[in-house]
T-cell receptor, first 116, second 111 residues
């Protein structure tokens, strides 16, 4: 089973709202990722968690706040977003066992975010 | 930022033909290479991974890696209309957890 789930599927929010995106995997993976994807562009890495610790922050604005409550869950808290933040937000996970062959990232279905 | 370049599309092939997708990367230290397929409005789906020089076959898909030339390709044999999608090449930056994607090649298979 290579399933990563994300909720909600769609989210519309105003610039003053606070909302959260959720991601869950039950594959025993120890690395989890947030990506942002704009239309007709490739996914852009935002954050990496490895063994529940933030290991990469790609200089993402502080209005995006990641959280990894445990090895299966990853949240992205959103506050005071701008219309240009509208995009598909993708979560992914990988085994992160140190073996390169275990580094395959599996993506969830994404959350389509619209900021009004 | 290490770069991953894909042949500019879109690529259009007739049903039953071979589709050839190409990718070059700039980081000589990179060891892991991936092809993802992404249908419009959906998330990326893993097609193939390759780590060693040479060919790796999985059904109608063959990935080819040449580390000396820093080149990875994906061949799709007997292309079907259902293969119509954007194909993303992805490469780990050497020694990093960062997966860098190419801009993608949009493939259309015409019935």
């Amino acid at each position: 089973d290579t399933e990563v789930t994300q909720t909600p599927k769609h989210l519309v929010m105003g610039m003053t709202n606070k909302k959260s995106l959720k991601c869950e995997q039950h594959m025993g993976h120890r690395a989890m990722y947030w990506y942002k994807q704009k239309a007709k562009k490739p996914p852009e890495l935002m954050f990496v968690y490895s063994y529940e610790k933030l290991s990469i922050n790609e200089s993402v604005p502080s209005r995006f706040s990641p959280e990894c409550p445990n090895s299966s869950l990853l949240n992205l808290h959103l506050h005071a977003l701008q219309p240009e933040d509208s995009a598909l937000y993708l979560c992914a996970s990988s085994q992160d066992s140190g073996s390169r062959e275990a580094d395959t990232q599996y993506f969830g279905p994404g959350t389509r975010l619209t900021v009004l | 930022q290490k770069e991953v370049e894909q042949n500019s599309g879109p690529l259009s092939v007739p049903e039953g033909a071979i589709a050839s997708l190409n990718c070059t990367y700039s980081d000589r230290v990179s060891q892991s290479f991936f092809w993802y397929r992404q249908y419009s409005g959906k998330s990326p789906e893993l097609i193939m991974s390759i780590y060693s020089n040479g060919d790796k076959e999985d059904g109608r898909f063959t990935a080819q890696l040449n580390k000396a030339s820093q080149y990875v390709s994906l061949l799709i044999r007997d292309s079907q209309p259902s293969d119509s999608a954007t194909y993303l090449c992805a490469v780990y930056q050497g020694g990093s957890e960062k997966l860098v994607f190419g801009k993608g090649t949009k493939l259309t298979v015409n019935p």
